[in-house]
């Protein structure tokens, strides 16, 4: 079945740019996300990118997608202590919102 | 702004007992799911729900499970009855769109087994 994996953690310094990586195998992969978590809520959808993309930016965020290698990157510019959560990597194949996802990557902020 | 709500926070419950976990979706959105994720573990994909009947489900979505939107504004998971592997937290998520991913999650419910 389809997998999708991620590293478990990143530590970096507040305003240093974090960059989380993500791979997946589905190669009928129609969207990728990413989702935020942090303590005690629920996932938040970040962003997503429809998979006829190559990048997509949005105001700190930018996604790089590289359909070729399955590889999904999601880069935080100017990172702070707020960013500091639990960054899922999710893909949808044709069934619609019927996600696969990573197993997340905890991003630590240090001041 | 508007939000999934999901209740109980926390159930705790014996081996072999009926539970309902209950979700309150945004108001105006169509397409409802249940993900869970087992500790330690992915969050994984349980059903999808849109007009009143089950659209998809994986294979962990057994028997056992049911859902139900039982009025307007409720949407139920059931577990008939309970084993140890069940113990997770169950995400609810609704949408307006059924293919986009744009899924809002509530905070979960956490299921203790024992």
């Known amino acids: 079945g389809e997998d999708v994996e991620q590293s478990l953690f990143l530590s970096v310094r507040e305003g240093d740019s974090s960059v989380i990586n993500c791979t997946y195998t589905?190669?009928?992969?129609?969207?990728l996300y990413w989702y935020k978590q942090e303590p005690g809520a629920g996932l938040q959808l970040l962003t997503y990118?429809?998979?006829?993309?190559d990048m997509k930016q949005d105001q700190r965020l930018t996604v790089l997608l590289n359909k070729k290698d399955k590889h999904l990157s999601l880069r935080i510019a100017d990172t702070q202590t707020g960013d500091s959560a639990i960054y899922f990597c999710?893909?949808?194949?044709?069934?619609?919102?019927?996600?696969?996802f990573g197993g997340g990557t905890r991003l630590m902020v240090k001041p | 702004e508007p939000e999934v709500t999901q209740t109980p926070s926390h159930q705790v419950t014996q081996m072999g007992q009926e539970v309902i976990l209950r979700c309150v979706p945004i108001?105006?959105?169509?397409?409802f799911y249940w993900y869970r994720q087992i500790l330690g573990q992915k969050v994984e994909f349980l059903v999808s729900?849109?007009?009143?009947?089950?659209?998809?489900k994986s294979e962990i979505f057994d028997d056992q499970f049911s859902v139900e939107r039982p009025d307007g504004s409720n949407f139920t998971l059931k577990i008939r009855s309970t084993k140890l592997e069940d113990s997770a937290m169950y995400f609810c998520?609704?949408?307006?769109?059924?293919?986009?991913?744009?899924?809002?999650f509530g905070e979960g419910s956490r299921l203790t087994v024992l």
């Open positions: 108001s105006n959105h169509l397409y």
């Open positions: 589905d190669s009928s992969s129609t969207y």
């Open positions: 729900f849109y007009n009143n009947e089950i659209s998809e």
């Open positions: 999710a893909e949808s194949g044709n069934a619609g919102n019927m996600l696969t």
């Open positions: 998520a609704s949408s307006d769109k059924g293919y986009t991913g744009e899924l809002f």
């Open positions: 990118i429809f998979s006829n993309m």
